[in-house]
DNA sequence: AAGATCCACAACCGCGGAAAC
DNA sequence: AGTTTCCGCGGTTGTGGATCT
């Protein structure tokens, strides 16, 4: 009855993840693609369970990640999520298209909830005050307020799908800090296949390499550190290779071609980086693009990519909502 | 300088819903 | 239709580095 068994218990590998780990993970993903986790650690020969594959493609290693220094604006930015939608982290990572939810996670419980602890006992004045702290106080329940937030987003979401075409062009509207990358999106077309960032992956292991090289690793953890560092440089050819004109590629062209030119990685991708890439997408294309199954092509195929687009896209009207309310005074 | 404590973050665990058989 | 497993999510823990005493 049922699928076959999960990955048994026994010989699974815990704690961090070595270099070489990431290295495997990361060639395999390139060429399958994420997804189909249970079968990672047997075809990788990777002594993982399989969640913790999933958990390191998606919480470090997956493309497009940026990690580390919030800036302001994400910080507002998450603090308004998660009064609206609660500790849901993978909603409010949606709007974060460069952030893990683990990440706002940590982010969250070491940073904010302090600061905002701290804000609400000293009588607020900060730089993010009383929308918050006021809404906090509020007893009406959250499960109330998120119910209602998803019930917007499915209407607009619907309205929007149902409505003539519309440009995404107003996500600009968040790029008025232009340090802040991860708060910005722009009209690029979310069509980009998902191998684009496979692709990025293998650039991501060749700058990996680099640094590997050139530092050994001292410790598991600093390996770690130093691996999710080289990852990190991603997004930028991440976004290189995304918002070039090249067109689609194929996962096998790419594991060719990228694993070729893995010892060439220019670095001055990396100053094309964020800006492009969080200018191309919405949230949930970033989800699509860096999470999507290899099917998403099949599925574009199939489906009108007006349909994707707008699909992809609704979230983008809420971004743009949301930055919008979140550049407000009233609550910054 | 050494030990204690704090902090940040990567990774694990358990649960619930979805999907496969 | 019922059972089993997968997948994704949120909460929690463990560990190493930084700071304090």
Redesign the pocket.
């Known amino acids: 009855?049922?699928?076959?068994?999960?990955?048994d218990?026994e010989g699974?590998?815990?704690?961090?993840?070595?270099p070489e780990e990431d290295i495997i993970l990361v060639s395999y993903i390139q060429e399958h693609g994420?997804?189909?986790?249970?079968?990672?650690p047997a075809k990788t020969g990777l002594s993982?369970?399989?969640?913790?594959c999933?958990?390191?493609w998606?919480?470090?290693l997956r493309p497009g990640i940026k990690?580390?220094?919030f800036t302001e604006q994400e910080e507002k930015m998450i603090i308004h999520l998660q009064d609206l939608?609660?500790?849901?982290?993978?909603?409010?990572?949606?709007y974060l298209p460069q952030r893990?939810?683990?990440?706002i996670?940590?982010?969250?419980?070491?940073?904010l909830r302090?600061k905002l602890k701290k804000m609400q006992a000293g009588g607020e004045g900060g730089s993010f005050g009383e929308g918050f702290s006021a809404s906090r106080q509020i007893p009406r329940g959250q499960w109330e307020r998120r119910l209602q937030t998803d019930i917007q987003m499915a209407k607009r979401a619907l309205s929007e799908a149902l409505s003539p075409e519309k440009k995404p062009s107003c996500l600009s509207a968040s790029n008025s800090n232009p340090s802040d990358s991860s708060s910005s999106f722009s009209s690029t077309k979310p069509t980009t296949t998902q191998s684009v960032c496979y692709a990025s992956s293998a650039d991501n292991i060749a700058r990996m390499l680099k640094g590997w090289m050139k530092n050994p690793p001292?410790?598991?953890?600093?390996?770690?550190?130093m691996?999710?560092n080289s990852f990190n440089n991603l997004a930028g050819a991440d976004t290189a290779c995304s918002s070039g004109a090249k067109g689609p590629l194929s996962s096998a062209e790419l594991s060719e071609n990228n694993f070729e030119s893995l010892f060439d990685f220019d670095q001055s991708l990396e100053s094309s980086n964020s800006d492009q890439f969080s200018q191309s997408l919405s949230p949930e294309a970033t989800?699509l693009q860096d999470?999507s199954?290899p099917d998403i092509n099949i599925a574009a195929e199939i489906m009108p990519f007006s349909l994707l687009e707008k699909w992809l896209l609704d979230e983008a009207g809420c971004q743009e909502k949301l930055v919008g309310c979140c550049g407000d005074a009233k609550f910054f």
């Open positions: 009855m049922g699928r076959p068994p999960c990955c218990k699974v590998k815990k704690g961090p993840w070595t994420p997804g189909n986790w249970r079968a990672v993982r369970c399989s969640k913790s999933r958990l390191r998606t919480n470090y990690r580390g220094n939608l609660g500790n849901r982290w993978a909603a409010i990572a949606s893990t939810d683990n990440d996670k940590n982010y969250w419980n070491t940073h302090k001292k410790s598991s953890r600093t390996n770690s550190s691996t999710q989800v999470e199954k």
